[in-house]
């Protein structure tokens, strides 16, 4: 942040910023970044805590899909979906019937950017719930709570600092996705691709200001969600 | 009334046992570690999958593995329980980890008396990190009990405790289960503690119970061999010269110095070691081949030395291992 501010003028800024159009990956970013993390939460959760109570079968299987997401290159994943969502694939041409498609659309960059993201969170969900202990489950079971409900009053707060941080670290993951996004979602523009074609059409100077918007909306959330972790912490310890 | 008779298959072995616990009854079952007990009360409360099962509570069947089958999930059973580590929740403070339970009282009346009763009413805003151990446990005793539980399970819940502490939980639990009448089951590995609950006591061993009844009666009357040697039974000395001779089970703590013929076996030995032992000593006697530790009011004579003492009325033992009909008093037995 202070490289990026030392090489920017605040006219520099102002200039790039203030362009016709020149929000508009912005817009978007946060949008596509919004849906992915509530795609994240909805699915990845759930998953997370299967993975971590051990109740799927197959857990390595899915492991291993997991951590395939996280360990190949993000163009590689790109060049995959292209071959698991684009308009030849079955899935591709079933999305065609209900008038959608998965390149090249907002709904290919929200299925970009969950699978560059989704490993951070599902791993770093699953650490948290694994830290919390089946014994304080089952405790709360016998004092007459029902699995949904202690759910809500044991596992989720005692996880939740945990979780709080995949997030946060699976929502920078999201803004910045980039690998996969150029493969199947080159438009609309997120931030990242409104970087790198800025960069390729005007220049370094011009590129920067939109380095700094990502930075500036990337960063604030992972840095709240650790400074509400550490705090929740420090309130167990009384 | 809390009836169980559980079959649970474990790696090593399987559990059976058949339990029978009135209202305001205290069980104590006692056992080695790793003998099932735990597996046992774990089956009552649901948390494992028995291969076989009847259990009901309070005419309500929880667990049924013959038709028409039955298997209450644990939060409908109304059991409790408590274990060694006090579970409480860490993100609740003290007063709702005490009031977590549907049951309890939400006018906090009775929870503020508990608390009282409990020695924690101070404590009400203090998160579970800063307790103490055994204001740990109080506070997991308390939520117990305002959770209006049918029954209660302790699974060694005092162990790291110290004595004064244990003492004052378990007349604490007594007076409670007694009042409250409800079935109550301890789980220990440690007599004292078994004995200082419990008004019948159940001996388990290998997931097999082999003995129940009043904790005194099991004591001095053992059923078996195995069950003299799991409630402290040391020494088994046989009298009479053939192998089929009987063996009599010397308690340490049941040792008279001195002749008294009309209260046991006097048995004439010698002294291998004495060391001290809590407010007495404690001697290793070499008696008719076999060697018997007896703990003695004072200090005994030096290593080498002949030394009587009498076990008194002491359990006899077959060559199986079975309880026989003592012989008549008098019996004496020589180095």
């Not at chain 1, 990242?192 to 005007?202: C, H, M, R, V």
């Not at chain 1, 840095?223 to 929740?232: C, K, M, P």
């Not at chain 2, 013959?66 to 580590?85: C, E, H, S």
């Not at chain 2, 289960?177 to 789980?187: C, F, H, I, N």
Request: hydrophobic share 50%; proline share 8%; with cysteine.
């Amino acid at each position: 942040m202070i490289t990026l501010l030392t090489h920017l003028s605040g006219s520099a800024i102002v200039s790039a910023l203030t362009a016709p159009g020149a929000l508009d990956p912005l817009v978007v970013s946060l949008q596509s970044g919004a849906v992915t993390l509530a795609v994240l939460l909805l699915l990845g959760t759930p998953l997370a805590r299967m993975l971590a109570r051990g109740t799927l079968p197959f857990p390595r299987v899915w492991e291993a899909g997991v951590l395939c997401s996280l360990l190949l290159p993000p163009l590689v994943i790109g060049l995959v979906l292209v071959f698991m969502v684009g308009p030849y694939t079955t899935i591709g041409q079933l999305l065609g019937h209900v008038h959608l498609s998965a390149t090249n659309t907002f709904l290919a960059l929200v299925i970009a950017e969950v699978y560059e993201s989704a490993p951070y969170y599902v791993l770093g969900a699953q650490a948290a719930f694994s830290a919390v202990d089946p014994r304080l489950e089952q405790q709360a079971a016998l004092l007459g709570d029902r699995p949904s409900r202690v759910f809500r009053r044991v596992t989720l707060p005692l996880a939740a600092p945990g979780l709080a941080m995949a997030l946060a670290i699976a929502w920078a993951r999201a803004m910045g996705a980039f690998g996969a996004v150029i493969i199947i979602a080159y438009h609309p523009y997120g931030l990242p691709l409104q970087i790198y074609t800025t960069l390729q059409e005007t220049g370094l100077a011009s590129a920067l200001p939109f380095a700094l918007v990502l930075l500036v909306v990337a960063l604030p959330l992972p840095l709240a969600a650790y400074i509400w972790s550490a705090r929740a912490r420090g309130r167990r310890r009384g | 009334m809390l009836e169980a008779d559980v079959e649970v298959d474990r790696r090593d072995f399987t559990v059976r046992a058949e339990l029978r616990v009135r209202p305001g009854e205290r069980l104590a079952l006692f056992g080695p570690s790793g003998a099932g007990k735990t597996t046992l009360l774990e089956a009552i409360a649901g948390l494992v999958r028995p291969r076989r099962a009847l259990i009901t509570l309070a005419g309500r069947v929880l667990t049924s593995t013959a038709p028409p089958l039955a298997a209450v999930p644990p939060w409908r059973r109304r059991v409790g329980l408590l274990r060694q580590d006090p579970g409480l929740f860490p993100h609740l403070s003290v007063r709702a980890n005490l009031g977590y339970g549907p049951a309890a009282d939400r006018s906090g009346a009775e929870l503020i008396q508990l608390a009282g009763v409990l020695g924690v009413g101070n404590l009400l805003a203090a998160m579970p990190a800063r307790l103490s151990g055994g204001q740990a446990h109080r506070v997991a005793l308390g939520r117990l009990l305002l959770a209006h539980c049918d029954a209660l399970l302790l699974d060694e819940p005092y162990a790291g405790l110290d004595s004064s502490l244990r003492r004052l939980l378990t007349n604490l639990v007594r007076e409670l289960v007694t009042a409250r009448q409800v079935p109550s089951v301890l789980v220990a590995h440690e007599l004292a503690e078994a004995q200082a609950f419990a008004d019948r006591l159940a001996v388990i061993d290998r997931g097999c119970l082999l003995q129940s009844g009043a904790p005194d009666e099991v004591v001095r009357r053992p059923a078996t061999r195995r069950v003299a040697e799991l409630v402290g039974y040391l020494g088994f000395v046989p009298v009479g010269g053939s192998d089929a001779a009987p063996l009599a089970g010397i308690h340490p703590e049941r040792i008279a110095p001195g002749a008294e013929p009309g209260r046991g076996l006097v048995m004439t030995g010698t002294v291998e070691a004495a060391r001290p032992a809590g407010a007495g000593w404690e001697a290793e006697l070499r008696v008719a081949d076999a060697v018997v530790t007896c703990h003695l009011p004072d200090r005994p004579a030096a290593a080498g030395s002949e030394l009587v003492v009498t076990a008194l009325d002491p359990p006899w033992f077959g060559p199986d291992g079975a309880a026989v009909v003592r012989p008549p008093r008098g019996e004496q037995v020589g180095a």
